[in-house]
């Protein structure tokens, strides 16, 4: 299937949005720049080199324990619960830092931004353990006709490009005018993406492609019946009152 085949159909697009929102929920988190101003950051909250790698080498010892046990955990657990670890994480993550940060900014570093600092970098430590990152694979393996897998694919790696570049790119300025701004922007735009997910991920777990994808149809007709039936009635209501239930 091409892109614009793959966009055509309801259910594939229920889909596609379903893959994409989840790499959102990655993009628009601290994961998406810690790689690359991983130092600046924490140094802003008053780290010493020293300290930070410390940290980093005490967290390469852990990882090796939590990547085994994450690893089991992301199969047991099912995806909707892993999801919601993922958002947790993303926006506990998001608010450590804002809070030291905000320390910093607003009066001098100390041992509150520091604690800030290694909480954040354990929370990170944790998602990578858990295999977080891969979750937007994973989803797409798991909901997507093989047919369109390779579309849907397409779509998805140039997110990193579509947003996570312009992000990479202003995040230094931003940085520099106000440490905690990009932060907050970060935890205003998790929220809407985690309801999504909610409100239309379906359990996968132990589930064949197939059936998921069949469940994604089912919930589709259904919304869209609602829909029809909704306008329906609306239809009915004179003057105002359509208005009035329109903006409910």
């Known amino acids: ?139 797409l393996s798991e909901t997507v006709p093989q047919a369109a897998q390779i579309s849907v694919a397409k779509i998805t790696l140039l997110l990193p490009y579509v947003l996570g570049t312009p992000i990479s790119t202003i995040f230094p300025v931003v940085f520099r005018l106000f440490s905690p701004g990009m932060f907050i922007l970060f935890a205003l735009a998790q929220s809407p993406v985690f309801y999504y997910l909610y409100r239309n991920l379906p359990e996968l777990k132990q589930k064949s492609v197939a059936e998921n994808v069949e469940n994604i149809e089912e919930e589709v007709r259904s919304r869209a019946a609602t829909l029809m039936c909704t306008e329906k009635n609306a239809a009915q209501k004179p003057g105002l009152s359509v208005f009035l239930w329109k903006l409910a």
């Open 1 to 139: 299937m091409t892109i614009p085949e793959v966009m055509s159909d309801p259910a594939v697009r229920m889909s596609v949005f379903l893959v994409i929102s989840v790499a959102l929920l990655m993009t628009l988190s601290p994961f998406s720049v810690e790689t690359s101003f991983s130092q600046v950051i924490y140094l802003e909250l008053g780290m010493s080199l020293e300290m930070i790698n410390y940290i980093s080498s005490v967290a390469f010892l852990a990882s090796l324990l939590l990547h085994f046990a994450g690893s089991l955990a992301i199969d047991k657990i099912g995806r909707r619960p892993i999801v919601g670890v993922a958002a947790f994480f993303a926006y506990s993550k998001t608010v450590l830092l804002i809070i030291g940060l905000c320390i910093v900014y607003f009066d001098e570093p100390s041992m509150v931004s520091w604690v800030a600092g290694f909480a954040s970098h354990f929370v990170t430590l944790l998602a990578s353990a858990c295999s977080l990152m891969t979750l937007p694979t994973l989803i």
